[in-house]
């Protein structure tokens, strides 16, 4: 669609014959289309049954706007972006995609704090009891240095432990909340089909093998990390309540195996956050600087899959 203003041609006399006046007309329309084809904007498509809106056209350009009908898919799809920039040796083109929202990032990044904190000290209230009861060696279990701990004491690091602890619930739940909210759980939920992309994945990152062609923001293993991640925060806080109010949830503490038990799967969750941290990091250090960024300003310029 283009606005009435670029329709007529501007600075033609009055004079000038009608056969110009059509000319120039032509001539910007002409350039308008030049525009037009070198900023393109790509919405995610309609819930089916609902009506094409207002919001589905995005502004390209002055004056321009732009909407596309696409197919219907199964997963909301990244808003993607595509427009013309010059370079230091003339011009090209670059593609982005909006793959993570306000919400999705706050609450990332505020998580990772959270995790880091309730972790380390974690470890020092572990130091204070070493036990998980008398079938598991209670000396010697797991030698943790004092360094990568945080607290001091059991004292200081129950302190550090109850505060974070609501703000890794809290971000916890607006997280998963949005997710369902917005339908965007369906693009990194693991189900049953990603089952075989999960091996061919591992081998690219571990053994350098062949890279599989990525056609979803988020391949099988990512997924199945996410989705494991997921499953692993919720955990914690159950076992969390448990251990800290062993009366009040006694029912959930049975539904455990006992008080004891809930404190061997608060320390196995604990486990799956320290083996997700730094393959997390890997992956994304092999996605490169612009998957990074993505988390940061919530566009991804050149995608993978697209």
Not at 117 to 129: E, K, V, Y
Not at 243 to 252: A, D, H, M, N, Y
Not at 264 to 274: D, E, I, K, L, Y
Request: hydrophobic share 45%; charged share 15%.
């Amino acid at each position: 669609m283009i606005a009435d203003g670029q329709d007529r041609a501007k600075g033609t006399p009055e004079s000038a014959p009608s056969g110009a006046q059509s000319e120039t007309r032509d001539t910007e329309a002409s350039s308008a289309g030049d525009v037009l084809s070198s900023e393109l904007a790509v919405r995610p498509p309609a819930p089916a049954g609902q009506a094409t809106s207002g919001d589905d056209l995005a502004p390209v350009a002055d004056g321009l706007m732009l909407g596309t009908a696409t197919p219907e898919v199964e997963a909301p799809a990244p808003t993607v972006h595509e427009s013309e920039t010059a370079g230091a040796k003339g011009q090209g083109t670059f593609v982005a995609a909006y793959e993570h929202s306000a919400v999705v990032r706050f609450c990332h990044w505020l998580n990772a704090i959270a995790l880091v904190i309730m972790i380390t000290s974690g470890w020092r209230i572990f130091i204070a009891f070493p036990s998980f009861g008398p079938r598991i060696p209670e000396h010697q279990l797991l030698k943790i240095p004092d360094a990568i701990t945080l607290g001091g004491w059991l004292g200081g690091a129950l302190q550090w432990h109850y505060t974070f602890m609501w703000v890794f619930t809290a971000t916890g739940l607006v997280y998963v909340g949005y997710l369902i909210a917005s339908g965007d759980y369906r693009i990194m939920l693991f189900r049953p089909r990603d089952i075989p992309g999960v091996w061919p994945m591992a081998r690219h990152y571990l053994f350098f093998g062949p890279e599989p062609k990525q056609t979803e923001a988020y391949n099988p293993l990512q997924k199945l990390a996410y989705t494991t991640i997921v499953l692993c925060g919720a955990l914690s806080v159950l076992t969390g309540a448990v251990i800290l109010r062993p009366v009040q949830f006694s029912g959930l503490a049975w539904v455990m195996g006992g008080f004891h038990l809930a404190r061997v799967w608060h320390f196995v969750a604990m486990c799956g956050f320290v083996a997700f941290i730094p393959g997390h990091l890997v992956m994304v250090a092999l996605h490169g600087w612009n998957n990074f960024m993505s988390m940061v300003r919530g566009w991804k310029k050149n995608p993978e899959y697209l």
